[in-house]
Structure formats: structure tokens, C-alpha cells
């Protein structure tokens, strides 16, 4: 892996950031402003820069895309109203898709006049997403869908949505599912925003009864959804990692100066030296994160696409940044819970929407409430660590001491004793 940028790409990072500082939007509190922004970052050669030509794209490599995305969070911009579309719809279309599809779809996800939602957990599917009960059946030239999902993201101001659905309800359940598009304005459609702890509808139930979808809207062959699912949530674990590392080490930023502020003892709380070694650590934590996104970034450079390594990422990044939240919340002390009037040196600075369309909070407070999700979406951390146990390191299914090698069987049980564990 070459952890280098040609003369090219640094010019145009210059290039990206010179622009961004010229183009500053208005605050962008809106659905319709955030959709207005990513067409004029379309417009200006920024979104879906790796994607082909002969769908919008412009056939860039992976990595000035990765350059942009950067550029925005350092600029504290969002991306545009597209994010699903643009991270995880448009590239399972493009690896998976009919060329009618891709026609279709993949234009007006780069403009946001079309924008896109995941319909994968149900009320009773969630890590174990393979046993959901969302039936799609076929009638003729077209599919039948009953059932609900739960947890979409952003879902209530979506027009299309990637659906997983059970088409053969005999079959091993894994084999019984099937992936396609759903027009989220069809009749029987009903989105349901949830109000979270943090006083936000980010998230939406809903409900089908007898939606009727056209068989040209599914993707790949009948029964084999659950490997398209899979291609997706590959670029979603994997797909943000680098610009995700420059929003941490931004807030990391904030933090230090959040603790050189005196206290009201005249104090600053960045001179303690157990501080100095927490705030070390976060940023240690950030650069790892980094080269995990440098990693996806250069399989994506040589064509291929993120396999079960990105859970890796996934994982470090969600446990992290509960981690990162709480060691906030330790240094900021009172101030860390406060949702309005916080000092000059204490404030944050939120710029845009959330995923519902409502303005952002600006306070410490809803960025720790919003983080005890980050350990559940895209695939849980237990899930996460099952998929790098079995895909990367080749443990058994069965957790058994006797279905592990002896060299591995003695490092677990040297570890147990190092805890006072004896059994």
C-alpha cells in the first residue's frame, strides 16, 4: 500500500480546497438546500468522480473522490443530500446492476433529484438480518411486498429505496432473499419518522401492504439478494473511513482547545499531564483509523472492491468513537452536557442538517448521544467481530475451546488468567 499522493493529486487537493473556500453555501438547514449543494458540487466535477462516464460519472480514480470528501469535512461541509445514493446505492448499481438500471438511476443519484434509502433491519431482523419476514411474491411481471423495516436512515424524504426481501419463503434463509428498488411513492408505502434520545427523526419505520414492485426492479438473479446485500454493506463500512478520520481528528481539534481554556481557578485542564496522555491517545486512535481508510482506498485504486476486511474499519471506527465520546464528556465535565450557551472556548461548531433535514444541534451533548448508534448500524460489533473471526482469521463458527488450535487454545487461556480468570 502507498501511502503517497502523486504531484497531481496534491494539486488537486489545492485545487479542491480553493474552490470549497470560494464557494461557501448558506447554512444548510434544509432538505432542498442540501439537494441544491450536491448539484452544485456535482456541477463542479466533485461527486461520483470515480463512477463512468457514460452514466455521469467521470471515470476518476477512487482517490480524488477520496480527496474531495476529505476536503469537505475539513471545510466542516457536508456532501450533499445524496449520501446513501451516492456511497451505497449508485456503487452496488454500477457493480451489479442491469445496464437499464444504471441508465435509469445513476444520473439523478449524482444530482439528488432522486435520493435513496436502505431497507435491510426489520423489528425482529437486526443483527440476524438473514431471518427477516418482509415477503416479496411473485405475480406475473411484477413483485408483491408485505411486511416493514425499521432504523432507515433519512427514509421520510427518500423516493427510492434498496429493499432485501424474502422471495422463497422454503428455502435455507440465507438462499431465500432477494434484492431489489422500491419506489418509496408507490400506494401501500407508509414511512413513519422515530424521535431518538437525541431529540431527532433521523431514523424511520415502515410499512408495505401489497406494494407492488415491477421484476425489473430487482437486482441480480431472484434468491441471491443476500450476496448483493453484502457488496453494499461493504461500501458502507469501508466507504467513509478516511473522511470519517479527518471529522475525528477535527473534533479532536476542538477538544484541546476546549481544555486550554482556564477554568474559573484560572486553570486549564490541557496541563494536566493524565489529560495530555487521553487527548495522545484519541489522536493515536485517528491515525489508525486513517491508514484503515488508506487501506479500502488503495484496494479501490487497483479495482477491486471492499471484502470482509472493511469490517475491521467498521468496528475500530464504531468502538472508538463511543470511546472518544465518553473521554469527552470526562474533560469537558458539566460543560459537556450542556445543549445551549456553552463559553466560547467550550462550543462546537455543526455545519448543515442531520439525515432527517433538521438543523444539526451545535453542543457536545447530541454528538454523544448520537454515537451509541455507531455500534449498531451497518452491522453491529458483535457481527463485526464474528465476520473478522471467521472470514479474516479463520475461527470456527462453534466457539468451543476444543474446536480451536492449541497454540490458540493457550494464548486465550493465558489471557483469561491475566485476568483472574480460572475457568
Not at 421484476?215 to 467513509?240: C, D, H, M, S, V
Not at 451545535?362 to 457481527?383: F, V
Request: net charge neutral.
Amino acid at each position: 500500500m502507498d501511502l503517497t499522493y502523486t504531484a497531481e493529486d496534491l494539486a488537486f487537493r489545492q485545487h479542491v480546497r480553493e474552490w470549497l473556500a470560494g464557494h461557501r453555501p448558506p447554512r444548510l438547514d434544509t432538505v432542498d438546500a442540501r439537494k441544491a449543494w450536491q448539484r452544485t458540487l456535482y456541477e463542479a466535477g466533485f461527486v461520483g468522480m470515480g463512477w463512468p462516464k457514460e452514466y455521469g460519472g467521470r471515470g476518476e480514480r477512487p482517490i480524488r473522490q477520496a480527496i474531495v470528501g476529505d476536503e469537505l469535512v475539513r471545510a466542516g461541509l457536508p456532501g450533499g443530500a445524496g449520501g446513501a445514493g451516492i456511497g451505497l446505492v449508485g456503487p452496488t448499481l454500477i457493480a451489479l446492476g442491469t445496464d437499464a438500471q444504471k441508465k435509469r438511476y445513476l444520473p439523478k443519484i449524482l444530482t439528488a433529484e432522486e435520493l435513496w434509502c436502505e431497507l435491510y433491519s426489520e423489528p425482529n431482523a437486526g443483527s440476524d438480518l438473514a431471518s427477516l419476514r418482509t415477503s416479496a411474491i411473485r405475480q406475473g411481471d411484477e413483485y408483491v411486498v408485505n411486511g416493514g423495516k425499521i432504523w432507515s436512515s433519512g427514509a421520510l424524504n427518500t423516493d427510492f429505496g434498496i429493499l432485501l426481501a424474502r422471495t422463497n419463503p422454503d428455502a435455507p434463509k440465507h438462499a431465500g432473499i432477494s434484492y431489489f428498488i422500491i419506489d418509496m411513492h408507490t400506494p401501500g408505502v407508509e414511512v413513519r419518522p422515530l424521535r431518538q434520545i437525541t431529540g431527532q427523526a433521523e431514523f424511520c419505520q415502515e410499512f408495505f401492504s401489497d406494494v407492488r414492485i415491477p421484476a425489473e426492479n430487482l437486482i441480480g438473479p431472484e434468491g441471491k439478494g443476500w450476496g448483493g446485500a453484502q457488496t453494499t454493506l461493504g461500501f458502507e463500512r469501508g466507504g467513509n473511513t478516511l473522511a470519517g478520520a479527518t471529522g475525528r481528528r477535527d473534533a479532536w481539534q476542538r477538544l484541546v482547545k476546549a481544555c486550554q481554556t482556564p477554568g474559573s481557578d484560572g486553570q486549564a485542564r490541557v496541563d494536566e499531564p493524565l489529560v495530555r496522555q487521553k487527548l495522545a491517545h484519541m489522536l493515536v486512535d485517528v491515525e489508525v483509523m486513517r491508514a484503515g481508510g488508506l487501506r479500502v482506498l488503495s484496494k479501490l485504486e487497483k479495482g477491486q472492491r471492499p471484502g470482509a476486511e472493511s469490517s475491521i474499519d467498521k468496528l475500530f471506527s464504531s468502538e472508538t468513537a463511543k470511546v472518544h465520546q465518553e473521554l469527552q464528556q470526562e474533560l469537558l465535565g458539566p460543560f459537556g452536557q450542556l445543549e445551549a450557551d456553552l463559553p466560547d472556548g467550550v462550543a462546537v461548531q455543526h455545519h448543515g442538517s442531520t439525515m432527517s433535514g433538521e438543523p444539526a444541534p451545535n453542543n457536545w451533548a447530541y454528538s454523544y448521544l448520537w454515537s451509541r448508534c455507531l455500534t449498531i448500524l451497518a452491522g453491529s460489533s458483535e457481527i463485526q467481530r464474528g465476520i473478522i473471526g471467521e472470514r479474516l482469521l479463520g475461527l470456527p463458527r462453534d466457539l468451543r475451546m476444543d474446536r480451536f488450535p492449541e497454540p490458540v487454545r493457550e494464548a486465550i487461556v493465558a489471557q483469561e488468567r491475566s485476568r483472574g480468570r480460572r475457568d
